[in-house]
């Protein structure tokens, strides 16, 4: 899956972005991804609800909220009850983040949890039982264009072999400095949904940049690394 990040698209023209990646299932955004930054967790400022709730309006592509905000355990509901795909939360940000899944889900969304890339899964695996998503950071969250940190695909493996064994069940995403030179190693590594800001944005036809990666990935499919 390819999620196209709208960080890197024009803010004052959502609605045609976020038409700019849509396509029939196969080719265009499988998800489109809102970053919500709050200038406390992350450095940076973005959007918030009211800009997601016009957004949903205006797309049909399942919209997942990627919150880099203090005290998700209060404002993550609100993007679930407006009709988010999938709501995700850092780890390092959440008090309860059993309550806040089971909270997520209640208001009709999936649940996921993020790991910063100096973030260890190890401490959060019971915790993940409960979620349906796992976003592996693969830059410091807050800023579009960032270099990709490879270090973080031992994450994807682990995650990987859980789900693949059955401990887990959750789709393992990655956000940050996925573009075509680094999308292999990372689909490889096991990653089923990929975020891209600038690789897709920043290109001169967004469409086609977001079949371009998906290309890439039906490429390294075939060499992935399925004995775990
Ligand atoms: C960064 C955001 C990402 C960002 C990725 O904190 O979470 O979603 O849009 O941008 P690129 O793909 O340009 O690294
Ligand atoms: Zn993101």
């Known amino acids: 899956m390819i999620a196209p990040s709208i960080l890197s698209a024009d803010f004052a023209r959502l609605a045609d972005e976020a038409a700019a990646v849509a396509g029939e299932p196969g080719r265009g955004a499988d998800w489109l991804h809102v970053d919500v930054m709050d200038a406390h967790f992350v450095p940076n400022l973005t959007l918030g609800l009211p800009v997601v709730e016009s957004l949903l309006k205006t797309t049909a592509i ?13 404002w993550a509901i609100g993007y679930a009850e ?11 940000a959440a008090r309860d983040p059993v309550a806040l899944a ?12 993020s790991v910063k890339p100096g973030t260890p899964l190890e401490p959060y695996l019971e915790i993940l039982r409960h979620y349906d998503t796992l976003l592996v950071m693969s830059v410091e969250p807050g800023f579009g264009g960032q270099e990709f940190i490879p270090q973080v695909l031992d994450k994807v493996r682990t995650a990987r072999r859980l789900v693949d064994t ?3 069940t959750l789709l393992v995403e990655i956000d940050g400095g996925i573009n075509e ?20 944005y920043g290109a001169a036809d967004p469409r086609r940049a977001v079949q ?14 399925w004995s775990g």
């Open 62 to 74: 399942p919209v997942d909220c990627h919150l880099m905000i203090d005290d998700p355990d209060r």
């Open 82 to 92: 407006a009709g988010s795909y999938n709501v995700t939360v850092h780890v390092e």
């Open 102 to 113: 089971r909270n997520l889900h209640a208001a009709g969304a999936k649940a996921g949890l």
């Open 166 to 168: 059955g401990h887990l």
């Open 181 to 200: 030179d680094t999308i292999e190693a990372a689909a490889e590594a096991g990653v089923d949904c990929f975020v891209a800001g600038s690789a897709v």
């Open 212 to 225: 371009a990666l998906r290309e890439r990935v039906l490429r390294a499919s075939a060499h992935r690394d």
